[in-house]
């Protein structure tokens, strides 16, 4: 492995373990908030949650750019409290992937908690049960697969990006170039080596999350035909 590769492979892990442990901390109260939601203005906010799914990358990495800009306000707090630009950063990369990966953990976890038996909430309320309490020993425990689940997919989702990260972060080895970009690099410049080698391993990558998170959702319940 080049040490363009491995820093590639290095910036990609840290800027994916550090986006799913957000999208988590933010995925799980709003995924909750949600499941429970019987406004009218519920379909927007959904709508507003999922639209990343939809939107073509570089649009949503065009108005992320326009935010970044010392000129708008983002911007502005950013650079006085850093003295740095958020764009062409890893934080700002880390803001921009914890926008478009918040779909792929909210939704599979908003979900689950739909199904949840809102009696067992209701019970151990009786016993005396708080809100935190309750959503930490109920609610958890029945939802540990989707869970994981929403975990593998964010983290998977930001290993794949490609817009995004090319307009918020371009292509900068060792501080914002992540796989994707560094294969786009090895194509561009012929070096059919290193495009090999990062092609395959994402390849494999993909393949054994995908292989793990169906062994999962294979378990007993699904043996036995429940």
Do not use: C
């Not at 979900?111 to 949840?116: D, G, K, L, V, W």
């Amino acid at each position: 492995m080049t040490e363009g590769v491995w820093q590639a492979l290095l910036v990609t892990l840290q800027l994916a373990g550090v986006t799913t442990l957000i999208l988590l901390i933010i995925g799980l109260p709003l995924a909750w908030w949600l499941s429970g939601m019987t406004s009218r203005i519920r379909p927007v906010l959904e709508a507003l949650v999922g639209l990343p799914m939809v939107l073509p990358p570089t649009v949503l990495g065009f108005y992320l750019l326009v935010a970044f800009s010392p000129n708008n306000p983002l911007g502005q707090f950013w650079l006085k409290l850093t003295g740095s630009s958020l764009a062409f950063s890893f934080h700002g990369l880390v803001v921009a992937s914890v926008i478009y990966s918040l779909p792929f953990v909210v939704q599979p976890l908003q979900r689950a908690f739909e199904q949840i038996n809102r009696g067992l909430l209701e019970a151990a309320a009786t016993l005396g049960a708080g809100p935190i309490d309750r959503f930490v020993s109920v609610v958890l425990p029945q939802t540990f697969r989707p869970l994981l689940l929403a975990a593998s997919l964010g983290f998977a989702h930001t290993v794949g990006e490609f817009g995004v990260v090319l307009m918020i972060g371009g292509n900068i080895p060792g501080k914002t170039q992540v796989l994707s970009i560094a294969l786009y690099d090895a194509v561009e410049t012929q070096n059919l080596a290193s495009a090999h080698l990062i092609s395959g391993g994402l390849i494999g990558f993909a393949l054994v999350l995908l292989t793990g998170l169906y062994a999962l959702d294979y378990g007993p319940n699904r043996r036995d035909g429940r």
